[in-house]
T-cell receptor, first 112, second 113 residues
Framework: GESVGLHLPTLSVQEGDNSIINCAYS??????FIWYKQESGKGPQFIID?????DKRQGQRVTVLLNKTVKHLSLQIAATQPGDSAVYFC???????????FGKGTKLSVKP | DGGITQSPKYLFRKEGQNVTLSCEQN?????MYWYRQDPGQGLRLIYY???????QKGDIAEGYSVSREKKESFPLTVTSAQKNPTAFYLC????????????FGSGTRLTVV
């Protein structure tokens, strides 16, 4: 069946470094992708999204890259801060697909 | 401000009891969802509803029930048939346009005592 997976369940980075979190999806019909941030004990919060007609989209300190050829997307966080410590997960969906399919999440820890 | 509200934040259930988790949204979203999240795990879909008075089972519906009598509300009942109910429960809503993401509530942590 359809799946969305992350390459690493945990990631530890030094404060000020850049972070890269990866995600793979299986459904070629997916044309909408979204990254969420979930802090401990809270609900997931929208970070950034991207549609399949784009390869790259930038927000404030975050960039999402989409490679449709290999069905892979990544979230890059520039100058990682302690407040970025959270679980990040991706989701894939689209107009020809059912509900969003969520990945399991990567826990990002930022070392001071 | 528009948003989605879950209550209570913490809930304790005795063995054999049914408990109901509340989810209300004022985003005018047609679709609503309930997910279960266990420690270190991803989101697992329990039930979802795309329109008032209609809902579908997700991947782990056994031991749970829902209703959708109003567009704004999608309560989840955890019944005594759910043998391992301790988890973090998340409600979400969205438009029925598949090209957009979901807005999540802040979650309810249910513990069996």
């Amino acid at each position: 069946g359809e799946s969305v997976g992350l390459h690493l369940p945990t990631l530890s980075v030094q404060e000020g470094d850049n972070s890269i979190i990866n995600c793979a999806y299986s459904n070629s019909a997916s044309d909408y992708f979204i990254w969420y941030k979930q802090e401990s004990g809270k609900g997931p919060q929208f970070i950034i999204d991207i549609r399949s007609n784009m390869d790259k989209r930038q927000g404030q300190r975050v960039t999402v890259l989409l490679n449709k050829t290999v069905k892979h997307l990544s979230l890059q966080i520039a100058a990682t801060q302690p407040g970025d410590s959270a679980v990040y997960f991706c989701a894939a969906g689209g107009r020809s697909q059912g509900n969003l399919i969520f990945g399991k999440g990567t826990k990002l820890s930022v070392k001071p | 401000d528009g948003g989605i509200t879950q209550s209570p934040k913490y809930l304790f259930r005795k063995e054999g009891q049914n408990v109901t988790l509340s989810c209300e949204q004022n985003l005018n979203h047609d679709a609503m969802y309930w997910y279960r999240q266990d420690p270190g795990q991803g989101l697992r879909l329990i039930y979802y509803s795309q329109i008032v008075n209609d809902f579908q089972k997700g991947d782990i519906a056994e031991g749970y029930s829902v209703s959708r009598e109003k567009k704004e509300s999608f309560p989840l009942t955890v019944t005594s048939a759910q043998k391992n109910p301790t988890a973090f429960y998340l409600c979400a809503s969205s438009t029925n346009d598949r090209g957009y993401g979901y807005t999540f509530g802040s979650g309810t942590r249910l513990t069996v005592v």
